[in-house]
Each structure stands twice: as C-alpha cells, then as structure tokens.
C-alpha cells in the first residue's frame, strides 16, 4: 500500500516537470514561405493618410488585413476611439500587436488574430486597409467585390486594384520616397434589368444596367421612343441617374438593397416629387469583376 502510493507521488512529480518544461519551451519558429506578402511596415505619416482619405469617423470598424505589428488597427484606435481588427498569418506579428495595443492602452478597442486574410470575413468592416502586393490585391478583389457590403471603404498602401480604379489617391514622400495611397468604395451590384415604378404620376418602365466595377450604363428597355438613361453615378449602395423621355426629364436618386431599389424622384423643371421602386429581374444580375466571370 504504501509502496504504492510513493510511486504515485513520484510519477506525479514526474508529470508536473515535464509540463512546466513544456510550458516553457519557445513556440516552433514560423515558417516564412507561407506568407503571400513579406512584413515591411507602413510609416505612420502614410497610415494617417489612409486615415484622411477614408475619412474615418465615429462608428466606423476598420480591419487591416495583414496587419504586421498592428500599427493601423492601434492608430485607428487611438485617433478615433473606433474598433479596429487585424489579422496575420505569423503568430509573432499577432503577439507584438497584442503586446503594442496594450501599450498603446487600447486593447479595449483593437483584437488581433491569426488567420490567412483570404479566409478573414470581410462582412463587419465599414473600411478594410491593406498594404499587400499587386497580385495579392487582385486576388482578393473578386471575394471585395461581392462578401464586402457595398459603401465599405477600401485602402490600400501602394498597390492598386488595375482594372478597379481607384476613387482617390494621394501621395505621401518621406526621405524623397513616394508612397500611393488609394482609395475605393465598395460599389452595390446594379447590374441586370429592373422594372421601376411610380404610382403618381404613373409611370412603368423597365430599365437594363450595365456596370463595370462602380461605372454603370443604363438603357431603357420598355418600347419607348427617345428615352435615354443619363449621369448614372453609384456611391455604395447609393444611386443617382436621369430617365430623359422627348417630353419629360426624371432625376431619381435612391438606394439599392440586393434586387431592390427605392427612392424620390423629382420631375425636371416642376420640383414635383415621387416616390419610387425598382425591383431586378434576379436572373439578369451579373458579377461585378471580370476576373470573377
Ligand atoms: C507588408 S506587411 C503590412 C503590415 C501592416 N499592415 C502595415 O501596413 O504596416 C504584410 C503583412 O501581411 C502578413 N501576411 C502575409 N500573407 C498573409 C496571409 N495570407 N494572411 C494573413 N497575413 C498575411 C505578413 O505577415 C505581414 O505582416
């Protein structure tokens, strides 16, 4: 019995020294060659200036994809006092953004994880900053383009999206080396042909819009004479265009929800207003990005 129970002493003994030894061995190395971009960090003058063309506010949710030592999640954070993510694929960077929010005092606001940025929901970012690399950035427009929700703003640290132009850019020069900073906004997908509707005065026509990225074209459908589609300009979800028939102008200015859009129109001329309603044809919507198709 007694014998016994010293050899359960002795294997727990034995047990506690191999955890504790465990508990202290360093993390295996990470392997580099699985990263799709290298670490190079953004100066902090360029952060602010992706700060200044997003136009962040109060409210808005920003998310650094790749976010190296959590410099623009922690700026945001301190600047605006909105919530900011970053994610990594190198554990290293995650516990030196850990380590930085907390002296920075705004780990209430920042969270940093570590997780591949193509696998990251992008849904819950009203601005999503990035600085990868040019054929990074074409990789992740297409899954931009249609998970993102349309308004959320994109950033980007020197590369741009080619064939997505961008909305603004600016430039930033530090010790004689240009850095780019562009911007877009996500735009709603109005592609397709949709029937729009105003009860009073009435009016039924069917619409077909096509888009290339936030550039839209619209044409009138229905069998009318002379109507025309004009200054078509989409912002987010929001949209603005003139319906031109030889006898009246229509300037309608709405928003678009998935396969609905809806909003005021105010007939040229009279100031007379009307609300209006457009619903899609789902099986005319198209994707937004050519790479997608
Ligand atoms: C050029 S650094 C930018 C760091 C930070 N955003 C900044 O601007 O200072 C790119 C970062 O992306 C990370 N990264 C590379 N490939 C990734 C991937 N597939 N998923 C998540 N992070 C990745 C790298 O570890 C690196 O920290």
């Known amino acids: 019995m007694k014998k016994t129970y010293i050899l359960r002493i002795v294997f727990l003994v034995f047990l506690l020294v191999l955890i504790s030894q465990s508990c202290r061995e360093k993390p295996a190395p990470f392997n580099e ?4 971009v290298p670490y190079v960090p953004t100066p902090v003058r360029v952060v602010k200036e992706m700060f200044r063309l997003a136009e962040i506010k109060e409210g808005d949710v920003l998310l650094d994809l790749g976010c190296g030592d959590g410099r623009i999640p922690i700026n945001a954070a301190v600047q605006y006092g909105i919530k900011a993510y970053g994610v990594d694929l ?18 209430h606001l920042v969270e940093f994880c570590e997780q591949d940025i193509f696998e990251t929901d992008l849904t819950d970012a009203t601005v999503i900053t990035m600085y990868l690399l040019p054929s990074v950035n074409l990789r992740l427009r297409p899954k931009i383009l249609t998970s993102v929700k349309p308004g959320t703003r994109i950033v980007s640290h020197d590369f741009n999206m080619n064939e997505w132009v961008p909305d603004k850019d600016a430039m930033v020069f530090i010790e ?25 005065p009435p009016l039924e026509v069917t619409i ?18 002379g109507w025309k589609v004009l200054e078509e300009q989409l912002k987010g979800d929001k949209f603005i265009f003139k319906l031109e028939s030889p006898r009246l102008v229509w300037f309608f200015n709405g928003k678009v929800k998935e396969d609905a859009m809806r909003g ?10 009307a609300a209006w309603e457009a619903v899609r044809n ?6 937004l990005d050519i790479l997608s198709q």
């Open 33 to 36: 060659d699985a990263l799709d």
């Open 90 to 107: 190198n554990p290293e960077r995650i516990r030196e953004s850990v380590r930085n929010a907390h002296i920075a005092g705004v780990d």
């Open 176 to 200: 004689d080396e240009a850095h780019t900073v562009y911007y877009w906004m996500v735009p709603a997908n109005v592609t397709g042909e949709w029937a729009f509707k105003i009860d009073e």
């Open 208 to 225: 077909k819009f096509d888009q290339v990225f936030q550039f839209v074209q619209g044409s009138v459908m229905t069998e009318e004479e």
């Open 264 to 273: 005021e129109a105010e007939m040229g001329g009279s100031g007379k207003k």
């Open 282 to 287: 789902p099986d005319t919507k198209e994707p």
